[in-house]
């Protein structure tokens, strides 16, 4: 439970800094202090325990499916790393609060920086691989948002998003990597994969799920090639850096070798890939650092080394080196930490971080001299410092390398090599800044700073002092407690202390020290080397690589969403045309073995009319109108051929809808240009004419074979039932409209009332000015004879619309058919009278109507509900009106009212609407009358 | 009796109806309205879920007529999964539309509610017709709400969206004719059962319609290479709309994954795995050629159009697996990424809002006013579409990467979603970096238009949504398990509707 | 809205509509003739608003026997319409012919004009702006002259008694 | 007898359809091709008449009636696009 | 008895045809839209006639049903055919359509 | 019969993806129309075309002297649709016309 709260405490800690923020600094530091204070506390009373070589576990389910458990776990090298996340995050809380300027959003920074130190606690405390992955990739989103914290740098900004995607993309390579390895062990707890490391190494899958797991570890550690987004990361605030970029987010990446070195360790692609990047980076960043002028800079390359040095040390393989491995890390930590925040109160106190500037600070800044002077032995790998007691166990491990029995030199020497130019660079550091003559002015008179900033530094030069001369009674519990669980099994043995006598290692050290101070003291001609040589650096590919695929996504996008939607619809029809014929490829075109009809002349003849219009159709498109009389043509014969096809009902819609969209198109093409101009050229043609005969040839073939074959299909039970007791009627279409398939009408009436009010709506916004043309051959605008003549055939046409409607249900007819019948009887006294003077006289709201007929339909469906009945069943009741008789129909005769009026409605505001066009009317704006009746608005 | 499961309809189409009925000229009224449907949606949704998450499913016989003959409703997991998010998702759009949105086009609501009781009925039809209709009015509305403020943006994005899904609904109509004359049925169910016992003579047919159908579905759902249309589209929509649109796509997803498992399922006889050799590549090129768009785009709701492709094909390709736990994971970050992407859309407008005329454009403007706040938000919703941790849509693809595992196709599909995952990752974080920290800062407070607490709501609600679904992802995953096994097996289903087994 | 509301404004219209009815159901079975008499009782109430110019026929024999003729004409008119359309093209004298009128109400023109277009080659093409004139096209004439004299006296004559 | 006659009939209809149909397709104006639909029009309800006695079914009257309508309507809205632009002001 | 209303139905049929056939074949043969105009306003609609009797007479005697309806269809023809022949007209004196003898143009001035 | 219909469906539908496949928002609305009517016909055909009475109902007749009115009640619904699609596709060309000043389908003149 203790465990849960350590872990959750930064997270909750995050909301307190921004809410503190507004009573002050202080205010701020101590929301972000206190949590972290109060975690140490709860970390360290766990300690005992730990220490005692406990392992404590606590599990919560979270998604079983995925294997993926809340559980958390404590032990050695997790509270190793969980002390150094509090700890040194305690130091620079401390730090930050002295070194960030006044006029900086602190409660954002200590946020960010509480966001940061979560996740890496859940890093450390994971007892679950996927949940380790999750924070492991919420370090890199918070890492992100420290070093873009100076937003209006773009340099910060670019190095953010370079970090972001180096470790992101790692981040994604473990976590694939990760769920192999949970897929070999058979779990994602790591009691389960830290015990299956044999099942795991003779794995077929070991390497690929090795190599991902390596791309997430090297990518965080910054090892080689992976290296550069670490040194353009140092943007970052100074505070951030000594953090998350020395002491803690970098180690995840060796935290994670070390904590998987029981399942994935001692094979040799592990050792070639891990020791081999490790000692590789190890030497290749010593020898930039020692070339690097910001200080920050050095010190990023020196991490970068050293996280090689620690990687390499994992690499081994051996417990020995796994133990000297744990030891470095908490080395590091502390002397690097101390540095950076060293290089921060340079910064802080001399406004340059430059080396080449800085110089003969130990007179103006003794104290900050002393800390660096501490710290920069400590790196260099002094002895009676901590960091030589690790350096010189590293090197000794170099020297006995079963793996390499073939060129045993290679490692020791690349080694010493690495110890050669760290010592050079350490040098360069000091005498750099405190010693050397200035080569010009600061930008800000240089002095100790308060201090605030000193302590935490000198806690941290205090601990690498301390445990340089004492290792192993300071050092020595928590570091068995910590490579206790790295080696997974017995520790062997090892000895901390300073002196073990002329050995080999000690041989190299001094080579490594005498030949730093040499190689600093050559460092003028070397400079002058390096500078001639041709700058190509990690970071240079990276943004080659990510410029390429920004311009390749950009010119493949551009070109393949061109905006042409006649490119949409050959994509649409070439899909629709491959899927199509696929199956015919495949399993070839089978006639079907029915009889088929006899054919007659007439029916020839129908056929060829429809085939002559309908490419009459096609040739005169250009010619708008024409086109339009051509396609009421073949509308015409669609409807004969209906008709001759025993479809009656079919007939009479189509009929009705045709007039209608001829309307329709008439008025469209009042707007639109009467005549297209030619634009396609031939080829295009062709091509289109190409598509377009193989999908017409498609639908023909498949009716074709539909046609041949014998029918079984449901729809005698519609003919059965549909005279059923009550409420059946004759004309099966109908009553499956009606009743048996009540639903696709009731979606069908609202598709038609969506498309009305679409209309309605778009016309708002449609405008077209009306010329009125000066003729004298035709000079009435409502000719008396159509007037006249339209006055009686309103009244005529509405009553068969009524019988159309009412025969419905027995005979062809219905509420569609009906009211598309009664739509044109209106439509009429618009053709005639023109629509002022018809829409005076409606006196209704077709858009009311049209919304009622909905409402009347569904209620009439509905109704159904009050006896318990399935919604939109019909056959409720029957109605007895006196000297009518029982009309036992009602509820669909409501329904195909309600069907009737849509339709009505619908049709009649398009139209209407359509017509109205050309009106000039002040554009349509709500927002205005919504702000007097809108409750929201305050 | 269950009348409940027409209630996700029922509740939005009457809303719909009174909306215009009622609200006809009190905006007041028809946002009133317009929230209690949305909640009544989810509620209808939640009800559902709780009463299928075991695995029961419900047939409603629509006007009494038993399927195969009349129209049937069916509840199972799945539709209830994608009624409640639909509601979740309409009811947070239309909030946001109440802030300037829903007053410059007076059916604002109606198309909304329309749309909603389309894509329930779409999802809780089991007969192919009726699921043509429901798709029907879902597009239309669609197109309307596309359309409805009359700005040419969305003018011009309308004419494409509407003929080719008008060119759509031609097809679909061919693939329903086509299945319907060799099968002799409308019912899915019924379908089923009847394909299975079709002669060889007629495999190419019954194969052809099925074929033609997914093609459809792959347009709806904007799948490689009908999915050129999908980011102009959305990005031309007004904020609520295109939030509101995150959800369209997946009842496209839903129709592949019902009818491919349930008519065209591994057991189906001459018209088995009709889909299953082709969808997984396909997806995988969409997944690949949405996050390259996302990275390519110019305009930040484009960007966001893409993203939605990207999902797709990253759900589609898991579905493609058609195993269990490629469905389950398929739709468990379907979810996820609807509400994500929903969020994103109505962030954007904001954000666009603050930055003045250079509106969502990728190009150095001034800072949103409130950059911290927006920033943060921003933060967030890049996380969630990206797939990072700690929200849900990590989780969604830690499943993919674990189903495909043990499959032929791990490689293809592992690889598409680490590649796809950084180009994702760097697509936003510059966009984020070039908005929140590029930018200028304003030069005058007083001009900039402050996102007020009820416009915030909505996105906030939306990431309390992700949140919590992260959260209790548990439940979640063992639902979307739950649904991917009755999908494969659908003799449950069958016998549900038809009242035997195949 | 425009005006008032008759219950029943045109009950020849009434009685019209009735019949139509009961012709288009062919029947005369109680429920349809209920119906029947309720919709032709309704519409032209309903539709009143768009029809309030009242046609009142004054000589209702004189219409009966101007209809016989009427049909006669129809007859005669297509068989000789047949025999020019038959014979050779060449030989037709076609002719626009402006017919003054007399007539005022609006639907006794129309009827005139209906007459025309259905009478022996003859078609109305256009009613001037002052429904004055009536342009005529005559299929084949040799007197123009005579041809308006025929249309004068042989239906806008009987039009005008009958309807004014 | 009565066959015979419709056989006629139905083979001097489909002539008729064809001849409009040549029409239509010459024009050359537009109002000759209004004036061919508006006749082919006409001419398809008498070919659903012959039709309907041939089947012996009467349910064919509906579509006759409403081809009539339609037909007229059609005729007119072209004639007053014709005319001025739009057919509906 | 049958029989002769048998002869009576079918030499109406072919009335009624030829009257239609006579009407598209003036609307191919004649030289002029105006005079187009003439044939299928008359022809065709006392074709149609024909044929309507024909029909009723047919349902009516021969079926036994009364067969009236089809009245309906020859009223409204006769109401509309001379309303359509009138638009025409007007539509082709607008557009300006020539006619044989030159008289539109001179007319148009 | 049945290949008279199959080809009139193959013609209606070639002459509409012919015209679909055009540059103008129209001449895109007329393909549509004729797509329309060829899916409507081809719909019609999946009920068969065996000779037969119209699904009216009568006494004395087998119900399979009928043809099957399911297609045509699909079909009635299907041409309903499409009536509301291509009113709402007309409206939005004009509409867009209006705002871009051309019927071109990608709102300018140029490709
Ligand atoms: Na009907
Ligand atoms: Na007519």
């Known amino acids: 439970m203790s465990v849960l709260l350590i872990l959750m405490l930064p997270f909750v800690g995050i909301l307190l800094p921004p809410l503190l923020q507004r009573q002050g600094r202080l205010a701020a530091t101590l929301g972000a202090g206190i949590p972290t204070l109060l975690a140490f506390g709860l970390l360290m009373s766990l300690g005992p325990s730990v220490l005692a070589g406990e392992v404590l576990l606590a599990s919560r389910e979270w998604v079983p499916a995925m294997g993926l458990t809340a559980g958390l776990r404590v032990d050695g090298l997790g509270f190793l790393f969980a002390t150094m996340t509090l700890g040194i995050g305690l130091l620079v809380i401390t730090y930050a609060h002295f070194y960030m300027k006044k006029d900086d959003p602190l409660g954002r920074f200590y946020a960010y920086l509480l966001l940061f130190m979560g996740a890496m606690l859940g890093i ?36 953010a998003r370079m970090a972001l995607a180096i470790t992101g993309l790692g981040g994604f390579c473990l976590f694939a990597g990760l769920v192999v390895l949970g897929q070999i062990a058979g779990s994602y707890e790591l009691s389960v994969i830290l015990a299956s490391g044999d099942l795991i190494t003779s794995h077929d899958w070991y390497v690929p799920m090795l190599v991902l797991v390596l791309l997430g570890a090297f990518t965080k550690s910054a090892q080689f090639p992976f290296h550069f987004w670490l040194p353009n990361a140092m943007k970052a605030p100074t505070p951030v850096s000594a953090y998350l970029h020395s002491a803690t987010m970098v180690k995840a990446g060796v935290f994670l070798l070390a904590r998987l ?34 200080l920050k800079g050095l010190l990023a390359y020196s991490t970068i080394s050293h996280l090689g040095l620690i990687t390499a040390l994992f690499g081994f393989g051996t417990a020995g080196a796994a133990v000297v491995g744990v030891f470095h890390i908490m080395n590091h930590a502390a002397f690097k930490a101390s540095l950076f925040m060293t290089a921060g109160i340079i910064d802080h106190q001399t406004g340059t971080r430059d080396i080449r500037i800085l110089g003969g600070l130990r007179k103006a800044m003794p104290f900050t001299m002393v800390l660096a002077l501490l710290g920069s032995a400590a790196m260099a790998g002094i002895p009676l410092f901590n960091g030589f007691i690790s350096k010189e166990l590293f090197l000794k491990e170099t020297l006995d390398l079963p793996l390499m029995a073939g060129a045993p030199w290679v490692f020791p020497v690349v080694a010493t090599a690495g110890a050669l130019f760290s010592m050079a660079y350490s040098v360069r550091l000091v005498h750099g800044v405190f010693f050397k003559d200035p080569t010009e002015k600061t930008p800000k008179e240089a002095r100790d700073p308060s201090m605030g900033m000193l302590v935490p530094v000198g806690i941290l030069v205090a601990i690498c002092v301390i445990v340089g001369i004492a290792a192993e009674q300071t050092a020595g519990p928590l570091l068995a407690a910590a490579a206790g669980s790295t080696v997974g099994g017995e520790l062997p043995y090892y000895s901390l202390s300073l002196w073990h006598g002329f050995t080999l290692e000690l041989l190299m050290s001094a080579i490594a020290i005498g030949g730093g101070v040499v190689l600093y003291l050559q460092r003028a001609r070397l400079y002058e080397i390096a500078d001639r040589w041709p700058q190509l650096t990690g970071q240079m590919a990276f943004e080659k690589v990510q410029g390429l695929i920004l311009s390749f996504a950009e010119g493949l996008t551009a070109r393949l969403e061109n905006g042409s939607l006649q490119r949409y619809i050959v994509l649409l029809l070439g899909m629709a045309l491959v899927a199509g014929a696929l199956p015919f490829l495949e399993h070839g075109f089978v006639t079907g073995t029915a009889e088929l009809t006899p054919t007659n002349p007439v029916a020839i003849a129908v056929w060829a009319l429809l085939v002559v219009a309908t490419l009459a159709t096609v040739f005169t498109h250009r010619s708008r109108i024409t086109a339009i009389i051509c396609l009421s043509v073949v509308g015409l014969l669609i409807s004969i051929i209906f008709v001759y096809l025993s479809a009656p009902d079919l007939a009479l819609t189509q009929l009705s809808v045709e007039v209608v969209t001829i309307l329709l198109l008439l008025l469209a093409l009042f707007v639109l240009p009467k005549v297209a101009p030619p634009e396609s050229s031939t080829l295009r043609k062709i091509r289109d004419a190409t598509l377009a005969a193989i999908g017409g040839a498609g639908m023909g073939l498949i009716s074709w074979a539909v046609m041949t074959r014998p029918q079984d299909s449901i729809s005698d039970y519609y003919l059965e039932n549909a005279t059923y007791p009550v409420g059946g009627g004759t004309n099966v279409v109908n009553v499956i409209l009606v009743d048996f398939r009540g639903f696709d009408t009731l979606g069908e009436v609202a598709v038609l009332v969506l498309a009305a009010f679409g209309v309605y709506t778009m016309l708002r916004y449609a405008r077209h000015t009306h010329v009125e043309g000066v003729d004298d051959m035709a000079s009435d605008r409502y000719p008396v004879v159509l007037v006249s003549v339209s006055r009686p055939l309103l009244a005529l046409i509405l009553l068969m619309a009524l019988y159309i409607f009412l025969r419905g249900h027995y005979l062809p007819g219905g509420g569609f058919i009906g009211g598309l019948v ?18 005076e006289r409606m006196g209704v709201s077709f858009r009311y109507v049209a919304v009622a007929g909905v409402l009347l339909a569904t209620l009439s469906g509905g109704a159904a509900f009050l006896v318990e009945q399935p919604f939109l069943t019909m056959t409720l009741l029957g109605l007895k009106i006196p000297l009518v008789g029982e009309i036992d129909y009602v509820m669909t005769l409501l329904f195909d009212l309600g069907i009737f ?24 704006d709500e927002e205005a009358r919504a702000k007097e009746t809108d409750p929201w608005k305050p | 009796m269950n009348h409940w499961i027409t209630l996700p309809v029922l509740i939005p189409f009457v809303a719909a109806i009174l909306i215009e009925i009622v609200g006809r000229h009190h905006i007041g009224a028809r946002r009133v309205l317009a929230v209690c449907a949305g909640l009544g949606t989810i509620a209808a949704g939640a009800y559902m879920l709780l009463r299928t998450h075991q695995g029961e499913i419900f047939t409603y016989a629509m006007g009494g007529w038993e399927a195969p003959f009349g129209v049937a409703l069916v509840a199972d997991g799945l539709s209830a999964l994608l009624v409640t998010l639909t509601g979740v998702v309409s009811l947070f759009a239309a909030l946001y539309s109440m802030n300037r949105h829903d007053t410059k086009g007076k059916f604002f609501h109606f198309f909304l509610q329309m749309q909603v009781a389309g894509i329930c009925g779409a999802v809780l039809t089991g007969d192919l017709f009726s699921l043509f209709v429901c798709f029907e009015i879902m597009l239309l509305a669609s197109y309307n709400l596309l359309v409805y403020t009359g700005e ?47 002669g060889p003579e007629d495999t190419a047919l019954v194969r052809a319609g099925g074929l033609l159908l997914m093609v459809v579905f792959m347009l709806k759902a904007a799948v490689l290479p009908l999915h050129l249309w999908l980011p102009n589209v959305y990005g031309s929509a007004t904020a609520p709309v295109a939030a509101f649109f995150a959800i369209l796509t997946k009842v496209g997803v839903y129709a592949i994954l019902r009818v491919s498992t349930l008519v065209f399922g591994s057991e189906a006889g001459v018209a088995a ?36 492709v990207a999902s797709i094909g990253t759900m589609l390709m898991s579905i493609g697996l058609y195993t269990p736990e490629g469905i389950a994971a398929g739709l468990y970050y379907l979810v996820h990424s609807t509400l994500g992407i929903a969020m994103l859309f109505l962030l954007v407008d904001l954000i666009a809002r603050q930055r003045g005329e250079k509106d969502d454009r990728l190009v150095v403007a001034r800072a949103p006013a409130q950059r911290a706040l927006l920033g943060l938000l921003f933060f967030a919703g890049a996380i969630a579409v990206v797939g990072l941790p700690p929200l849900s849509g990590f989780l969604g693809k830690v499943w993919v990467l674990q189903a495909s595992l043990m499959t032929p196709h791990v490689v293809v599909v592992w690889v598409a979603i680490l590649l796809t995952s950084v180009l994702a990752l760097v697509a936003l974080s510059r966009a984020g970096s070039l908005i929140f920290w590029k930018g200028e800062e304003a030069d005058d407070e007083e001009r900039v238009p402050r996102a007020t607490a009820f416009e915030l709501l909505p996105v906030f609600g939306l990431l309390a949504c992700l949140i919590l679904y992260t959260l209790f992802s548990g439940p979640a995953a063992e639902l979307c398990m739950m649904i991917a096994e009755g999908l494969l097996s659908p003799g449950d289903y069958i016998e549900a509707v038809m009242g035997v087994r195949p | 809205m425009i005006g008032g509301k008759k219950i029943l404004p045109r009950p020849g219209f009434s009685v019209v509509l009735m019949i139509t009815w009961i012709l288009a159901h062919q029947s005369l079975d109680p429920k349809t003739l209920a119906i029947g008499a309720v919709a032709s009782l309704l519409l032209p109430a309903f539709t009143q608003h768009f029809w309030p110019e009242a046609l009142r026929v004054r000589r209702a024999g004189l219409l009966l026997k101007f209809l016989g003729i009427f049909v006669y004409d129809i007859i005669v008119a297509n068989l000789q319409v047949a025999w020019l359309v038959l014979g050779p093209s060449s030989k037709l004298r076609p002719a626009f012919l402006e017919v003054p009128i007399v007539l005022e109400n609006p639907m006794s023109i129309t009827a005139l004009s209906a007459v025309i277009s259905l009478a022996p080659g003859t078609v109305a093409a256009n009613l001037s702006g002052d429904r004055r004139t009536l342009l005529v096209h005559i299929l084949h004439t040799k007197d123009e002259e005579r041809a308006i004299t025929r249309i004068k006296e042989r239906y806008e004559g009987p039009l005008k008694e009958i309807f004014e | 007898m009565i066959t015979v006659a419709l056989n006629v009939g139905f083979a001097v209809m489909c002539l008729c359809l064809i001849l409009n149909l040549i029409r239509l397709l010459k024009g050359p104006s537009t109002p000759d091709r209004i004036l061919a639909l ?52 | 008895m049958i029989s002769l209303i048998e002869y009576v139905i079918a030499a109406l049929i072919l009335i009624g045809v030829s009257f239609c056939f006579v009407g598209s074949l003036g609307l191919v043969k004649l030289p002029d839209f105006y005079m187009r105009v003439h044939v299928p306003t008359k022809a065709t609609t006392l074709g149609i006639g024909s044929l309507l009797i024909a029909s009723t007479i047919y349902f009516s005697i021969l079926r036994g049903a009364p067969a009236v309806h089809e009245i309906l269809i020859v009223v409204f023809l006769f109401m509309t055919a001379p309303i359509s022949a009138h638009m025409l007209m007007k539509a082709g004196l607008h557009e300006g359509l020539p006619d044989v003898d030159g008289e539109v143009e001179k007319r148009r001035g | 019969m049945e290949a008279l219909i199959a080809s009139a469906i193959a013609v209606l539908g070639g002459s509409g993806i012919y015209l679909v496949l055009r540059a103008r928002t129209f001449t895109v609305i007329l393909g549509l129309a004729l797509l329309a009517i060829a899916v409507n016909l081809f719909l019609l055909s999946m009920g068969r075309v065996a000779p037969g009475h119209a699904p009216v109902i009568e006494e004395g007749l087998e119900l399979g002297a009928y043809v099957d009115p399911l297609p045509q009640a699909v079909v009635l619904t299907a041409i309903v649709i499409g009536f509301a699609m291509m009113s709402f596709a007309v409206v939005l060309a004009i509409t867009a016309h209006f705002v871009t000043g051309t019927d071109h389908l990608d709102g300018e003149e140029t490709s």
């Not at chain 1, 619908?906 to 009106?919: A, K, N, V």
């Open chain 1, 124 to 159: 450390v405390l994971s007892e679950n691989v996927l949940l380790m992955a999750l924070f492991w990739e919420i370090t890199s989103l918070s890492s992100f948002l420290l070093i873009g914290y100076s937003s209006h740098d773009s340099e910060a900004r670019r190095g």
């Open chain 1, 261 to 294: 070195h029981p399942a994935l360790a001692g094979t040799s692609p592990w050792f070639f890939l891990v020791g081999g990047v490790g000692i590789a980076t190890m030497f290749f960043a010593a020898y930039v650092a020692f070339y690097r002028h910001d």
């Open chain 1, 822 to 839: 009664a739509s044109v009887a209106l439509i009429l006294q618009y053709l005639a009278s023109g629509i002022d003077w018809a829409k």
């Open chain 1, 901 to 924: 009026l849509a339709v009505v409605g619908g049709t009649m505001t398009i139209l209407s609407q359509l017509s109205h066009m050309q009106e000039d009317r002040e554009p349509f």
């Open chain 2, 152 to 198: 040419e943006r969305g003018l011009k994005a309308g004419v494409h969206y509407v003929i080719l899904n008008l060119a759509g609904s031609a097809l679909f109509l061919v693939a329903i004719g086509t299945l319907y004359g060799v099968t002799g049925t409308l019912n899915l169910a019924d379908m089923a059962l009847r394909v299975g016992e079709l």
């Open chain 2, 273 to 308: 795995d009709v889909l299953a050799p082709y969808l997984l590549p396909l997806a995988a090129l969409t997944l690949a050629l949405g996050m390259l768009g996302a990275l390519g785009s110019l305009r930040l709701r484009k960007a966001l159009g893409f993203l939605i």
């Open chain 4, 38 to 89: 508006d006749t082919m029009y006409i001419n398809t309800i008498a070919l659903i008449l012959l039709f309907g006695v041939r089947l012996e079914r009467e349910i064919f009257f509906e579509a006759a009636l409403l081809i009539a309508m339609m037909g007229f309507i059609g005729t007119v809205a072209l004639a007053n696009y014709l005319l001025h632009g739009d057919i509906i002001d």
